[in-house]
């Protein structure tokens, strides 16, 4: 099978002939339909998280070389002698966040919290969507996603989930008007859409980016600011009525989380979510957390029980999908420095022509 593989961090995608898997007992073969780009991919191809200064976070990689794509939607063409409830020929997304299955975590629907150095996760530490074949562990990894356009599909196992686990923790009630959401990009876009959905809430987005704005505003965002506007935390303070009850961060960088501090204004017991991984760092006023009675906490991606809920949530047509870029797989590499580079407007997914 063809597959897009990184075989040095950083340097360009390689397409390579690789071995077909072969599933047994309960695994289950998927052939790649989309897969989503997502902006871990540009972490995993550079091989790190930057922790600001010159400070490094390197991402495992568990094989020499590795096809990413943690954001699949496939078509069933085998299953083990052992996989029961599923149908060649149907079309699942795969959640990609797989664990050890034996640890604390992994047996308390924590899986996604297994230690990175056992995680078999898919497209991150095993070949995924930039491959042509997609080899999944076990049916309980399987999501039906209803009449969702083929290119959507996969981004509700990544992106998709960690929107929905970000908005879980974040303290939210119902047509709540003082909610921002940082990040007019892919991420935040989807975010936008779900607490449409499942929250009621239109809430306030903020990006350094009009044409991104632009994008959240037509998908129905409250107000849009601009985060070099000079008078942020005035507009903040007046569309809240004196500060923000939940701020969720899906840019995570240091000047994000500068920013989200002063829009809480005087309001106690804001929940602060941060959940990008742009990078950096910051100094924290430690007082105004008290005071503030804050709470400050991190997401990453989502449970496999949340996961149900969201693709519940997705296949009772509730959640407006926004559109996507289709584009070859051959133009893997011009789509990472496309995201890298800030270039994509909205979201894209990756198509393999069988
Ligand atoms: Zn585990
Ligand atoms: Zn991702």
């Known amino acids: 099978m063809k597959a897009y593989q990184i075989v040095e961090n950083g340097k360009p995608l390689e397409e390579r002939e690789i071995e077909k898997p072969v599933p047994s007992g309960k695994e289950i073969l998927l052939k790649t339909v989309a897969c989503g780009v997502c902006h871990s991919d540009v972490h995993i191809h550079e091989g790190f998280f930057s922790l600001g200064d010159d400070a490094k976070l390197p991402v495992p990689l568990m094989t020499d070389a590795l096809a990413m794509g943690h954001e699949i939607y496939g ?3 085998e299953l083990g002698d052992e996989v029961e409830g599923v149908e060649i020929g149907k079309k699942y997304v795969a959640y990609p966040w797989i664990g050890c299955g034996e640890c604390r975590d992994c047996l308390h629907d924590r899986e996604h919290y297994c230690s990175p ?6 497209g991150i530490n095993v070949n995924g969507g930039y491959a042509e074949y997609v080899l999944v562990p ?7 996603a209803g009449d969702t356009p083929e290119e959507a599909a996969g981004s509700y196992a990544c992106r998709g989930l960690t929107a929905y686990s970000a908005l879980k923790k974040a303290n939210l009630r119902e047509n709540d008007k ?5 990040s007019a990009g892919g991420l935040g876009l989807l975010a936008l859409k779900i607490i449409q959905a499942a929250y009621n809430i239109n809430p306030i987005v903020v990006d350094i980016d009009d044409e991104k704005l632009k994008l959240a505003k ?7 600011i601009n985060a070099k506007d000079e008078n942020i935390y005035e507009k903040i303070m007046e569309l809240t ?3 923000a009850t939940s701020v969720i961060d899906y840019v995570g960088a240091g000047d994000t989380f500068e920013l989200a501090s002063g829009m809480f204004g005087m309001k106690r017991g804001g929940t602060y979510v941060i959940v990008g991984l742009i990078g950096g760092q910051t100094t924290v006023q430690i007082p105004m957390i008290a005071l503030g009675a804050r709470t400050i906490r991190g997401v990453y991606v989502g449970s496999l029980k949340e996961m149900g809920e969201l693709m519940e949530l997705v296949r009772s047509g509730k959640i407006d999908h926004l559109d996507f870029e289709k584009r070859d797989i051959s133009s893997a590499n011009e789509t990472l420095n496309d ?8 979201l894209v997914c990756l198509t393999h022509d069988h």
Do not use: C, R
């Open 75 to 77: 078509e069933v063409v």
């Open 218 to 224: 037509a998908a129905g965002a409250a107000e849009v």
């Open 117 to 122: 150095l056992k995680t078999k996760n898919l």
């Open 339 to 346: 995201l890298k580079n800030g270039k994509i407007h909205g």
């Open 241 to 243: 009525d004196g500060g």
């Open 178 to 182: 003082s909610v921002v959401i940082i």
């Open 138 to 144: 076990e049916s309980k990894y399987l999501f039906e």
